[in-house]
């Protein structure tokens, strides 16, 4: 059974860096086709998507944060990492990670996408 | 960036109603359209991909249809468990995006 979990600080200052870890079992995030994301959602919001790193070890990201934002996978590929720097107020909110699958759909000979496994969130408050 | 945009924002229903959610891509993005549900304090839960494929373990009254721009959440007799915020998101491009969500209240 996949899992992840996040894990990080719950309170960061105004100016500094946010950084959180969402572990992974019951899978390798070596294994092909997996998308490994992270999605936030502030107070009373909707979802919004941070980006993800592909098992291959190529980074997508939303391009009103890519500025701040850096996603990485960590050497002993049981985790994977959120860096976001310069953080204000805005962004409060409750961090989740989830694995995107990458599905070949063979009768229709193409790939679907979607977000299958997700961690229960961690909430960050940016606040001094 | 596609924008999604669900309507409603918010519907009230009662148990044994038909419920039908809609969203709208900005543009074109063939049947790369996911739903999820998600209730207060969770994550959100995979229902439905491929615009209409449900995902294992989710009840046969969830259904979604279309393709190209338009598409449609429909749970055909709404339960008690049912009642909670639907998100559409796109599949077709990066960044990913989410429409702003449907909020499923008791009548």
């Known amino acids: 059974q996949v899992q992840l979990q996040e894990s990080g600080p719950g309170l960061v200052k105004p100016s500094q860096t946010l950084s959180l870890t969402c572990t992974v079992s019951g899978v390798s995030i070596n294994s092909g086709g997996y998308y490994w994301s992270w999605i936030r959602q502030s107070p009373g919001k909707g979802l919004e998507w941070i980006g993800c790193i592909f098992y291959s070890g190529s980074t997508y990201y939303n391009p009103s944060l890519k500025s701040r934002v850096t996603i990485s996978v960590d050497t002993s590929k049981t985790h994977f990492s959120l860096t976001l720097r310069s953080v204000t107020a805005a962004d409060t909110a409750v961090y989740f990670c989830?694995?995107?699958?990458?599905?070949?759909?063979?009768?229709?000979?193409?790939?679907?996408?979607?977000?299958?496994?997700w961690g229960k969130g961690t909430t960050v408050t940016v606040s001094s | 960036d596609i924008q999604m945009t669900q309507s409603p924002s918010s519907v009230s229903a009662s148990v044994g109603d038909r419920v039908t959610i809609t969203c709208r891509a900005s543009?074109?993005?063939?049947?790369?359209l996911i739903w999820y549900q998600q209730k207060p304090g969770k994550a959100p839960k995979l229902l439905i991909y491929?615009?209409?494929t449900l995902q294992s373990g989710v009840p046969s009254r969830f259904s979604g249809s279309g393709s190209g721009t338009d598409f449609t959440l429909t749970i055909s007799s709404l339960q008690p468990e049912d009642f909670a915020t639907y998100y559409c998101q796109q599949a077709n491009s990066f960044p990913r995006t989410f429409g702003h969500g449907t909020k499923v209240e008791i009548k």
């Open positions: 491929a615009a209409s």
């Open positions: 989830a694995r995107e699958e990458e599905h070949l759909e063979v009768s229709l000979g193409r790939y679907y996408y979607y977000m299958d496994v």
């Open positions: 543009q074109g993005i063939s049947s790369w």
